[in-house]
């Protein structure tokens, strides 16, 4: 019998696939696609290009250096995944193109994106692309402010943020429950075999079998770390009263 199971396709576009097979055959992405969780394509834009050359970018009218995708290869290629025709539009692709121009990435993103059913990402490795290209665009993500070579790192990025996310792709749910930003706060710090290295000791409460304990343990160090390194989403988060509690512990510490 065939199996039931939702499948997210994802298409990545790109001049440089080379530079992605690696990384889509590794880790999560690897075993996402081992379990039928996640199907993975990398397109070359090279392949929908004309010419000898099969260029797929070129220079920008009115100067300004750098080189810009061009609209036709990416047209073709996004025809060919069926973005355009009578499909339904809630069937046709999601295309998301990533750009230090875009909305910056967050959490809750890569949970609305894991529940798309097909994903385009397309990646530009140049000055940008040929703006006829934004109205093909549903999304435009950025993964910071900075500039990075090109879209193909970002992708993976989401990618990664995005897969991780999947039915049954992290083994330990709990793991994935109580991620950085997932639960709202920083994770507490982790700690493996041995006790003891160079001197320096697990924290006594992480050995003592007390799950109470360890719970309470983790979401004080979960509050201070959050309070230190981003007060900003500290201040915005609903705290509780064991949450409180904990909070003047820390500042009394
Ligand atoms: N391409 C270049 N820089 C980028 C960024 N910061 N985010 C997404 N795509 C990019």
Redesign the pocket.
């Known amino acids: 019998m065939k199996s039931q199971k939702t499948v997210l396709r994802i298409a990545i576009f790109s001049g440089l696939p080379e530079y992605l097979a690696s990384a889509v055959r590794s880790g999560h992405l690897r075993i996402a696609q081992e379990q039928g969780a996640v199907e993975i394509n990398l397109i070359d834009l090279r392949d929908f290009a004309e010419g000898s050359y099969r260029a797929i970018d070129d220079e920008p009218y009115g100067g300004g250096g750098g080189m810009v995708l061009k609209v036709e290869p990416v047209r073709r290629a996004l025809d060919a995944c069926g973005a355009f025709g009578d499909r339904e539009e809630k069937k046709k692709p999601w295309v998301v193109l990533?750009?230090?121009k875009?909305k910056r990435l967050k959490q809750e993103d890569f949970e609305r994106l894991s529940k798309k059913k097909e994903i385009i990402f397309l990646c530009s490795r140049y000055k940008g692309i040929d703006e006829r290209i934004r109205e093909w665009v549903d999304e435009e993500?950025?993964?910071?402010d900075?500039?990075?070579g090109?879209?193909e790192t970002?992708a993976l990025v989401m990618m990664e943020g995005i897969v991780r996310l999947l039915e049954g792709v992290v083994g330990d749910k709990e793991s994935v429950q109580t991620d950085s930003f997932t639960c709202g706060l920083l994770s507490a710090p982790t700690y493996t075999r041995p006790e003891e290295f160079m001197g320096k000791r697990v924290p006594e409460v992480l050995l003592s079998g007390h799950h109470e304990e360890i719970r309470r343990w983790k979401r004080k160090q979960a509050l201070a770390l959050t309070l230190a390194r981003r007060p900003d989403i500290l201040a915005k988060l609903p705290l509780d009263d064991e949450d409180r509690k904990l909070l003047s512990e820390v500042l009394g510490e």
């Open positions: 990533p750009t230090p875009g993500c950025s993964i910071g900075y500039v990075i090109g879209g970002a």
